[in-house]
């Protein structure tokens, strides 16, 4: 049994790249993960990835601001310490309108980045996971579980096949740590 | 879409030849892996100047108050206020790159966004100074908040346009970094991943650990939409509050329905100049001339003329409206601005905003890179010009004739004003030697659908129709950047 790990196929095109998952799952070998320099449109249904929730996590958090925004200003303005301003109503909506919607934008887009960044793992200073450098440059890297697909050679029979440039298998799962 | 292929018919956004994946990052690395050259020492040496002067106006004005200021008491407002409009509304063009012509899925945004919205965040900060040091009293400035404080508590009036104008202004500013910085992650990770040492250790920091995956991507894709998404009407009321600073007092002049789109327009306006300014000399400078091409001048041209075309009508409608409303003193105010003692402001304002960008209409002109910096610069002295005239002539002849003043500026207003201009360029020139000055990720979406090499190839081919494919080759000679090899395509 060798020490491999992981097994990489780097591919130079983004198409050959899909065309490579293709044959890898035609013959039933699950796909790790795929490592781009850039957003792949479409391979998240081939790898069978669900739609991102964040949307609805930024309606969350802008509502959140609204309210907060509208209760906050109603507390102060009118319950608080209420002014007579020229005798008009202390609830004057339509003045809050424009801080309600500045703290629903604000919310909303701390509260949508700051989950994105929670739920993948990104803050500063964190030892980047990367299994090869360059597929932040010029690499589209497609990584196989090695001790999942256990056919070696087939895959890299298959990679190569689907336009590799590349198969590397690596010891170890991530190079990035020095 | 790495796979779909646009129509033939469309104009390149990537240009060059034998432009690879690996060629992009190599490119537009250049000013941040190396030492920089003498354009941008002498461009950094000179901005710095300009931000060491502006910290010592800045510094001068909070040990002695603003009364250092050319302000008296007719005219409690003029060149700080001026030069905060004038900022803010510079930093607009950034939001509307990134996030408008983000929805609008306009690709041509790709290879500028990232300037622009850098440009964006200096110019806030630039905004946000002026607002800081004309509060007279800066120490307090936490006064404009809603905090409890001692006097039992007595709130802010969230009644005031001025504290809409708090929460606008930090809102945008901050939204507009968290765009900027999770747009900049990918490429950040880029660098890091090709540097050693020390280097590669602060890129890393910087970097948050992105390491590029398939999941990573569709969040990242899906938060880059939604903040365009809530970014876009954040930019409208940003400068529709600021207007609303002035629309609604009763001041003559400044009590007016039309300000929100007019200032928007204005913001626009100016700010694309502003970017235009920038990349014009940064092209050049650090040899983006495949990235950003003529096909992007000429497109920020035609929105500097439509925008600077709605300014015009603006303008007219402001001079028809105070003729047609029928009081004297907003007819008084209007008059005063074309003929009083500031004619000259307002004429400078008129040839720089709505004359000279009509020469855009030219395609000559719009394609000439001399005159489109040029009228970019005047465009945005027009536009400083714009707030002066709207600020000091609406106030420096008020109810009362016996207390009408001119307003002289003095040397502490002018040195915040270049020194401003000073510490814009010094963020900016910092800011191309140590980020990617455009979007690499973004740019190779566009490489394999929108680059010039990628449609030779498919004339190569002969997949296209052969007229327009003819059409794509003559289009090509009308730009400068390209030199279309005739006789290669005369093979194919």
């Known amino acids: 049994m060798s020490n491999i790990k992981y097994i990489l196929g780097h591919f130079a095109d983004p198409d050959d790249m899909m065309h490579g998952i293709d044959k890898l799952q035609e013959n039933n070998i699950s796909v790790y993960d795929v490592f781009t320099p850039m957003p792949i449109h479409g391979i998240e249904d081939k790898l069978g990835i669900r739609r991102s929730r964040l949307g609805k996590v930024a309606f969350g958090f802008g509502l959140t601001g609204t309210i907060t925004a509208i209760s906050m200003i109603t507390y ?29 934008v604000l919310f909303a887009a701390f509260g949508m980045v700051g989950t994105y960044f929670f739920v993948n793992h990104l803050a500063p200073g964190r030892a980047p996971r990367v299994m090869d450098l360059r597929a932040t440059n010029d690499r589209f890297v497609v990584a196989i579980d090695a001790k999942a697909n256990l056919s070696h050679d087939k895959i890299d029979d298959i990679l190569k096949k689907a336009g590799a440039v590349e198969v590397k298998h690596n010891e170890r799962k991530y190079v990035s740590y020095e | 879409m790495s796979s779909h292929h646009e129509s033939i018919l469309r104009e390149p956004l990537v240009t060059g030849e034998n432009i690879t994946y690996s060629k992009v990052t190599e490119d537009i690395l250049v000013p941040v892996e190396n030492k920089p050259n003498k354009a941008w020492w002498i461009g950094f040496i000179v901005s710095a100047m300009g931000a060491g002067l502006w910290i010592f106006s800045v510094s001068w004005t909070f040990w002695f108050g603003v009364g250092e200021w050319g302000l008296n008491k007719t005219v409690g407002w003029a060149w700080d206020i001026t030069g905060f409009v004038w900022w803010v509304g510079i930093g607009h063009a950034g939001t509307l790159i990134s996030a408008v012509l983000l929805l609008f899925r306009q690709n041509w945004r790709n290879s500028i966004n990232r300037s622009a919205e850098a440009m964006t965040i200096f110019a806030v900060i630039c905004a946000a100074s002026y607002i800081i040091s004309h509060m007279g009293r800066p ?21 005031s346009p001025l504290v809409w104008d708090v929460f606008a202004i930090s809102t945008y500013f901050s939204v507009s970094l968290v765009f900027w910085y999770t747009g900049l992650l990918p490429d950040i990770a880029t660098i890091r991943d090709r540097a050693i040492g020390t280097r590669r250790r602060i890129y890393s920091i910087l970097s948050f650990g992105w390491n590029g995956s398939v999941k990573t991507w569709q969040r990242f894709e899906l938060v880059s939409l939604i903040l365009a998404g809530v970014s876009t009407p954040l930019v409208l ?15 003559p002049g400044w009590h007016t329905t039309i300000f929100p789109p007019y200032f928007v327009a204005g913001a626009i306006f100016s700010g694309f100049a502003m970017v235009q300014t920038l990349l014009l000399v940064t092209r050049k400078v650090m040899n983006f001339e495949n990235y950003i091409t003529m096909f992007h001048i000429e497109s920020m041209n035609k929105i500097i003329i439509l925008t600077g075309s709605i300014v015009g009508v603006a303008y007219l409608t402001e001079l028809f409206i105070a003729w047609y409303s029928g009081v004297e003193y907003e007819q008084y105010a209007f008059l005063n601005r074309v003929s009083g003692p500031y004619w000259w402001a307002y004429w ?118 052969k007229g327009q494919a003819e059409y794509y080759i003559e289009s090509l000679e009308k730009y400068d950047s390209i030199s279309p090899k005739v006789a290669e395509y005369e093979k194919v």
Not at chain 1, 86 to 93: C, D, I, N, Q, V
Not at chain 2, 444 to 458: E, H, I, N, R, V
């Open chain 2, 139 to 159: 120490w307090l400035f936490h006064w404009a908040l809603p905090l409890p404080n001692q006097y039992g508590s007595l709130w802010v009036n969230f009644n």
């Open chain 2, 348 to 465: 400078i304002m008129m040839t720089c905003n709505v004359i000279s960008p009509q020469l855009f209409w030219f395609k000559k002109v719009r394609t000439s890179i001399a005159l489109s910096w040029l009228l970019s610069i005047v465009v945005n002295i027009g536009m400083w010009f714009e707030r002066f005239v709207i600020i000091v002539t609406s106030l420096h002849r008020d109810y009362l004739p016996s207390s009408w003043v001119m307003f002289y500026p003095s040397w502490v207003d002018v040195g915040i004003f270049i020194g401003s201009i000073g510490l814009f360029f010094t963020l900016f020139l910092l800011f191309l030697r140590v980020l990617p000055a455009i979007a690499m990720a973004e740019v190779k979406l566009l490489l394999k659908s929108s680059s010039d090499q990628a449609k030779q190839k498919l004339i190569a081919e002969k997949s296209v129709d």
């Open chain 1, 76 to 104: 102060m303005l009118v319950i608080d310490w209420p002014m007579n301003i020229g005798g008009k109503p202390h609830f004057a909506f339509p003045d809050f309108v424009p801080i309600m919607f500045e703290l629903t």
């Open chain 2, 237 to 251: 009321s940003v400068h529709t509050i600021v207007s609303m600073d002035f629309a609604t007092s009763v001041i």
